[in-house]
């Protein structure tokens, strides 16, 4: 049974630095999502895609943020010039289905410090 | 637009004792109510989620939450806390069109022995 896997865990680059991380759902899941947790709160929705179609990047943080899911399995996500603000951890989850009561299944996440 | 309340960002308990963590949403729409408990430097794991069917929904590990429309409460509970149900739990909201999950700020739940 293999879960959502996310590469690498852990980050750590300094400011300027353009990041990339990669997010793997679990076979066959038609949704992907990005989330962002910062210490002491709850994750951020970011951005989602269903297949290979992104159908909402209105939450990403800035225009330094992109996401990409090439051919709808995948899913990696960069950050442009990191500021230490964008210090997090950032989770990825896959669920199977259209109706919003599917459950999300969330990776491990990739925690990144921006020096 | 849609919130998610956790009264609480920490709560203690002795093990053995009632857990009760609350949460309080706001939606304009029928929600799908989800909670998820994470341990430490792991991603979230789904204990249970309201859907519409029964109001009393019954999740992993003994936990169970009871959706209440007209308090727009959906508050996790446990009969008798184990040193292991300790861990940071998350309620969260979602609903039909997006899927997108927005969280509460979450509960640190302690169990003392």
């Known amino acids: 049974d293999t879960g959502v896997s996310q590469d690498p865990r852990h980050k750590i680059t300094k400011r300027g630095q353009n990041v990339t991380f990669r997010c793997d759902p679990i076979s066959e899941h038609n949704r992907l999502y990005w989330y962002r947790q910062t210490l002491g709160q709850g994750p951020e929705f970011l951005t989602y895609f269903q297949n290979e179609a992104q159908l909402e990047k209105s939450r990403l943080l800035s225009d330094r943020f992109s996401a990409e899911r090439p051919k709808g399995s995948f899913s990696t996500l960069e950050i442009q010039r990191t500021e230490q603000g964008d210090s997090a951890m950032y989770l990825c989850?896959?669920?199977?289905?259209?109706?919003?009561?599917?459950?999300?299944?969330f990776g491990p996440g990739t925690r990144l410090l921006v020096l | 637009a849609q919130s998610v309340t956790q009264l609480g960002s920490h709560v203690s308990v002795s093990e053995g004792a009632l857990v009760l963590l609350r949460c309080n949403y706001s939606?304009?729409?029928?929600?799908?109510l989800f909670w998820y408990v994470q341990y430490p430097n792991q991603g979230l794991q789904l204990l249970l989620k309201?859907?519409?069917?029964?109001?009393l929904v019954k999740g992993i590990n003994g936990f169970e939450a009871e959706f209440k429309k007209s308090e727009t409460s959906f508050h996790l509970t446990k009969p008798s806390a184990h040193m292991s149900d300790a861990a940071e739990y998350f309620c969260?909201?979602?609903?039909?069109?997006?899927?997108?999950?927005?969280f509460g700020g979450g509960t640190r739940l302690m169990v003392k022995p």
């Open positions: 989850a896959s669920s199977m289905g259209t109706g919003g009561q599917e459950t999300q299944y």
């Open positions: 969260a909201v979602s609903y039909r069109a997006g899927n997108m999950l927005t």
């Open positions: 939606s304009s729409v029928p929600p799908y």
């Open positions: 309201y859907t519409s069917a029964a109001t």
